[in-house]
Each structure stands twice: as structure tokens, then as C-alpha cells.
């Protein structure tokens, strides 16, 4: 727990830079290894207590295709092959780590993957099926503290298909999933929706109505907000806030599970065009600081501790003008 009470993670999902990605596997490192990758971050206000797994194991097709693979969605001999020699043993990786002290208090968030969302055809069941096997079959070896769900697109001009039928096929697979999850006696197991420019939950409005249309009704369900992403959708600073005192106001809080910080993957800094030191911007993290994780979305371990210090400072200034709220 860091001294400010934000709870870090950080999306290790490369051991090296994908874009130096070399012939061969290994390139992201197993389980442990990502674990360690995390523990070295070292920062003034505490440690990283997360860090998000890729669900599909591959970051973009050019992996998949240097190494001959698919990406693999199925669970089959092929795949598990495909995934000990990026991961290394899974199950012998998790046993290690629920077993040594070092790491009892390190967890794993689920991702979808932006690089691969063509897959994320929610329409299609034998697709929706697929992807719920290889999550349960890793779910209960893992049991990660939650599962984070790219919304994918509508797919209009390829299916006719409309927003209303999206959220619903959406719905379907989130339901289909929290039953599968149960039914491992993974209850606690959150399911998190994530905003996301260009798919078809990118303005708060679209969120709100998948949350009251169907969200409402699924059980410890909630939203990742990227400040990124709103700021892309948006255009503005002042669009980040808007984007987010709709979703206070008519989704709740309480309803978001993680916020996502960076600045297009990189760290971020006090001359962004998110004014990240806007105190009308900033009372939202304060208020969600005791339920929301606070992912910092980079790739490189030096943009983990300048972005969590930059984070830091500007939240401890803003605690120091508003004492009487903090």
C-alpha cells in the first residue's frame, strides 16, 4: 500500500519491448518473472501490488505470426504448448507463487488485448465460447482479482448488426463468464468493462446506457476508466472531467474498479494536455482511492516510478489546498 493509499499496478506485459520482438519464444517472460519485473519498481510512496496478463498471449498479430501460431483463443494441446513456452509451466509457475511469501500479496488482472480485438467478436458464439474456455481454464489456475473486458465494435456493415444488439451479445458474454467464474468458486473474481476510442463504449453516455441497460444487473461488474482514451474521445481536459462526473453521477463511484494513467503509453507529466493537477479532476481519484486500483498503463520500469511520483506529488498538493475534504 503506498503512502498516499492509491493501490499501484503496471501492465508488465513485456518483459522486453514488443517492438523488439525476436524470433523465437520467451520474449515476455513467465509468470514469476513478471512478478519480479514489478518488484523492482522501486518508488518514494510504495510498491507495485498488481500487474496485468494479457489474455490472448500475444501482443499483436506480427507475434503470432513470427512464431507460426495463432492467436490462441482455443484451449487445446497445441495452444498449452504455445503458452508454457511464453509463459513457462503455468501451473507450476502459480503454485510457486501462492507459496512464497515474497509474492502472497501480488495479484493478476486479466486484459484484453487492443492489438487482437478483431477477435472480440461478441456476436459470434463459438467465439464467445472460446474465449470463456481459455479464461476459465486459466482463472483456476491463476484466480486473477479480476478479468478486464475490451467492448470490441459493433460490426455494422459486416452484420447489420446495431449498438442495442452490441450491448446485448456484450451483456451475453460478461453473464456467460460470471456464471463460469462461480462455478470455480471464483465469486471475487471482478469482471471489469473498459473504455476504449473507436469500439463501441468510448463516450460516457454509452456507457451509462450498457451499465442501466444490462451492467446493473450482472454481480461484482464495474468499469475501468482510461484518462487517456477520454481524453481522445473527448478532445479536451474538460471533456476528461465531464466524461467522468456522468459516469459519478449516473453509474456511482463505487462502479469503478480501476482508472488507467498515461500519456499514450508513456509517462505522464504536469505540462500534459490532461491537467492532471485540476483539482476538479483530481476529487475523483481521492474519492475512489479506497475502491479503485490505479494502473499505470506504460511499458518502461523508469516511466512506472516517474509517473507514479508525478501522480504522487500532485495528489499530496491537492490534499494540502483541501484539508478539509481529505
Request: aromatic share 12%; proline share 2%.
Amino acid at each position: 500500500m503506498s503512502e498516499s493509499g492509491f493501490r499501484y499496478g503496471w501492465s508488465n506485459l513485456n518483459s522486453k519491448p514488443y517492438w523488439k520482438f525476436q524470433e523465437g519464444f520467451g520474449t515476455r517472460g513467465n509468470f514469476k518473472q513478471r512478478i519480479e519485473d514489478a518488484l523492482k519498481v522501486k518508488c518514494e510512496y510504495g510498491k507495485i501490488s498488481y500487474a496485468h496478463l494479457p489474455l490472448d498471449f500475444l501482443k499483436n498479430k506480427e507475434e503470432g505470426l513470427k512464431n507460426k501460431k495463432r492467436i490462441p483463443w482455443q484451449w487445446d494441446g497445441e495452444n498449452d504448448k504455445t503458452v508454457k513456452k511464453l509463459f513457462g509451466n503455468v501451473r507450476n509457475n502459480s503454485k510457486e507463487l501462492k507459496e512464497n511469501e515474497k509474492y502472497k500479496d501480488f495479484g493478476f488482472v486479466f486484459h484484453h488485448e487492443p492489438g487482437t480485438s478483431g477477435t472480440l467478436e461478441y456476436y459470434d458464439e463459438t467465439r464467445r465460447d472460446e474465449q470463456i474456455k481459455l479464461l476459465t481454464n486459466l482463472a483456476a489456475i491463476i484466480r486473477p482479482i479480476s478479468i478486464e473486458i475490451h467492448p470490441g465494435r459493433v460490426y455494422k456493415q459486416r452484420t447489420g448488426r446495431t449498438q442495442n444488439d452490441a450491448y446485448k451479445d456484450l451483456s451475453t458474454f460478461i453473464n456467460d463468464l460470471r456464471k463460469a467464474l462461480d462455478d470455480l468458486g471464483l465469486e471475487k473474481t471482478k469482471i471489469t468493462l473498459e473504455n476504449r476510442t473507436k469500439f463501441m463504449i468510448q463516450k460516457s453516455e454509452q456507457l451509462i446506457e450498457f451499465y442501466k441497460d444490462y451492467g446493473k444487473r450482472i454481480k461484482n461488474f464495474g468499469f475501468a476508466l482510461d484518462i487517456s482514451q477520454i481524453y481522445t474521445t473527448t478532445g479536451s481536459s474538460e471533456g476528461v472531467k465531464n466524461f467522468i462526473h456522468d459516469i459519478f453521477n449516473d453509474v456511482g463511484s463505487d462502479k469503478i474498479h480501476e482508472w488507467h494513467i498515461h500519456k499514450a503509453h508513456g509517462a505522464i507529466s504536469e505540462n500534459d494536455p490532461v491537467r492532471w493537477s485540476d483539482p476538479d479532476l483530481m476529487k475523483y481519484f481521492h474519492e475512489t482511492k479506497e475502491t479503485a486500483k490505479v494502473l499505470i498503463e506504460v511499458w518502461a520500469s523508469w516511466e512506472v516510478q516517474s509517473t507514479i511520483k508525478t501522480f504522487e506529488k500532485i495528489y499530496q498538493e491537492y490534499k494540502q489546498k483541501h484539508k478539509k475534504i481529505c
